[in-house]
């Protein structure tokens, strides 16, 4: 049947039209939708509503070594001095931990290429190991750097913003009749 112009198509026929329309405009709203969400959150991010690293990254570390991990003795200097800005450290104290870290920093490399060769178990026995020669990490930070041993939990719990050095320091309290009584 011939339809004049002036004629209306049936329902059915516009119906399939309006939902092939709609199928097409919503697939051309997707990519522009995506590239919203995506500049609005990385604005959030830019911005510092949103935190993209668990560590709090002082605003005097160069554009050239943002990202870098807070043990890499590159960026140590920055996170201390920031420390000592607020006067949450001492001078002594923040130089100290310095020379500490850049310790650790290179002691650790070495277990890593050590470790490069073997098999993932082998790795993993070496490592825990290691880890029993050193014994409580915040004893040894106390010891290398000569800060008092509830002076260094305070600042571990300072550079972690959580409670890691409280924990280890109650770890120490209860290994210390074992280990002679030690007095730190």
Known sequence: MNRCRGEKRSSTARSRRERRQSRRYLLSAVPV???????????LVRMGTVEARDFHEPPTVPARLKGTPPHHPRVIPYYLRNFVDQG?????????TRTYMIYRFYRRRGDLRAVAGMAQEQRRAYMRARRQERGNALL???????IPLRRAAVLVDLFHHNDMGARQYEKWQQEKPRQGGMNV
């Open 33 to 43: 939708l995506c590239l919203c969400v995506g500049v609005f959150a990385g604005l």
């Open 140 to 146: 040894e930070y106390s010891r290398f750097t000569g």
């Open 88 to 96: 949450a450290m001492t001078e002594a104290e923040a130089t100290a």
